[in-house]
T-cell receptor, first 118, second 114 residues
Framework: GAVVSQHPSRVICKSGTSVKIECRSL??????MFWYRQFPKQSLMLMAT?????????EQGVEKDKFLINHASLTLSTLTVTSAHPEDSSFYIC??????????????FGSGTRLTVV | GNSVTQMEGPVTLSEEAFLTINCTYT??????LFWYVQYPGEGLQLLLK?????DKGSNKGFEATYRKETTSFHLEKGSVQVSDSAVYFC?????????????FGQGTILTVHP
């Protein structure tokens, strides 16, 4: 089945530095990638939607300059947290829509990245 | 806009007990409905889905029926196991051939004791 590989799984960085999270679709082409953020014991909140070859669409309240999204190819989307601060510590998850034969669509999730900013 | 409401958790059960996690939704048109499961420290895995009214999704002993009249998609399992301990999310997406974003419920933590 469709697999989205997300790296790194865990990262600890110093306040003020930038962190890049990668999501790769391994056996299908992901023209769209959704990026979610999850706080402890809470639900997933959509941050932005990236589309290959065009600018990402950000949800209301998400800082575009802080959370840089790049979707330069059909198999790779990246999220860069710039000038990270402790309040950016969270669990980040990517997801790509996929198509099954005879089915409308589904979604495949990456395994998530635990970001801790110290 | 679209919204999903799940029953408050956490839910604690003994092994082999019956499980119900309620989920109701608000949406325009004919959304597709999903249940996802998240094990500690991991991403989400699709548990089951239904794309039209009266469809029943099922997987690993879990099942849920798309009830348009009550706008519900309750998750059930007849006999839970310790390995079912996880967080369960109900979600919806716009139906049809477009792949819109998923709207998630708040999640329900399930703990199953031996």
């Amino acid at each position: 089945g469709a697999v989205v590989s997300q790296h790194p799984s865990r990262v600890i960085c110093k306040s003020g530095t930038s962190v890049k999270i990668e999501c790769r679709s391994l056996d299908f082409q992901a023209t769209t990638m959704f990026w979610y953020r999850q706080f402890p014991k809470q639900s997933l909140m959509l941050m932005a939607t990236s589309n290959e070859g065009s600018k990402a669409t950000y949800e209301q309240g998400v800082e575009k300059d802080k959370f840089l999204i790049n979707h330069a190819s059909l198999t790779l989307s990246t999220l860069t947290v710039t000038s990270a601060h402790p309040e950016d510590s969270s669990f980040y998850i990517c997801s790509a829509p996929t198509h099954g034969q005879g089915e409308v669509y589904g979604y495949t999730f990456g395994s998530g990245t635990r970001l801790t900013v110290v | 806009g679209n919204s999903v409401t799940q029953m408050e958790g956490p839910v604690t059960l003994s092994e082999e007990a019956f499980l119900t996690i309620n989920c109701t939704y608000t949406a325009t048109g004919y959304p597709s409905l999903f249940w996802y499961v998240q094990y500690p420290g991991e991403g989400l895995q699709l548990l089951l889905k239904a794309t039209k009214a009266d469809d029943k999704g099922s997987n690993k002993g879990f099942e849920a029926t798309y009830r348009k009249e009550t706008t519900s998609f309750h998750l059930e399992k007849g006999s839970v196991q310790v390995s079912d301990s996880a967080v369960y999310f109900c979600a919806l997406s716009a139906g049809g051939t477009s792949y819109g974003k998923l709207t998630f419920g708040q999640g329900t933590i399930l703990t199953v004791h031996p």
